[in-house]
């Protein structure tokens, strides 16, 4: 599945942005899909994944500030994200993987497919 995430821009710190991850090549009803991210001169870490089940996991300091959901008729995942911080600029990369499973859905290495990030840059 070829995944391409778009959605990013300059926002003010307690702002909103939603982005988006449209699938192509198959449906990804049965995958997981995941949004990771990497600041500037950091490493790419793990935001939210929500399964096809609909189970969700986000990271620690995202919780309750962004939420993650899915489209399967459109083939579509979404990060809705909150009250953003300066903290949260970052590129935010959307991946999926069908083999994903709960001890490993924090791992990029879970991950097959990754779409080539978009940035977001929260301004304070």
């Known amino acids: 599945v070829q995944l391409q995430a778009f959605g990013g821009g300059l926002v003010e710190a307690g702002g909103s942005v939603r982005l988006s991850c449209a699938a192509s090549g198959r449906n990804f009803r049965a995958d997981t899909v995941a949004w990771f991210r990497q600041a500037p001169g950091k490493e790419r870490k793990f935001v939210a994944a929500?399964?096809?089940?609909?189970?969700?996991t986000y990271e620690e300091s995202v919780k309750g500030r962004f939420t993650i959901s899915r489209d399967n008729a459109k083939n579509m995942g979404y990060l809705q994200m909150n009250s953003l911080r300066p903290e949260d600029t970052a590129v935010y990369y959307c991946?999926?993987?069908?083999?994903?499973?709960?001890?490993?859905?924090?791992?990029?290495?879970?991950?097959?497919?990754w779409g080539q990030g978009t940035l977001v840059t929260v301004s304070s």
């Open positions: 929500i399964r096809y089940n609909g189970h969700v």
């Open positions: 991946a999926a993987d069908s083999s994903v499973i709960l001890s490993n859905i924090r791992s990029q290495s879970a991950y097959a497919n």
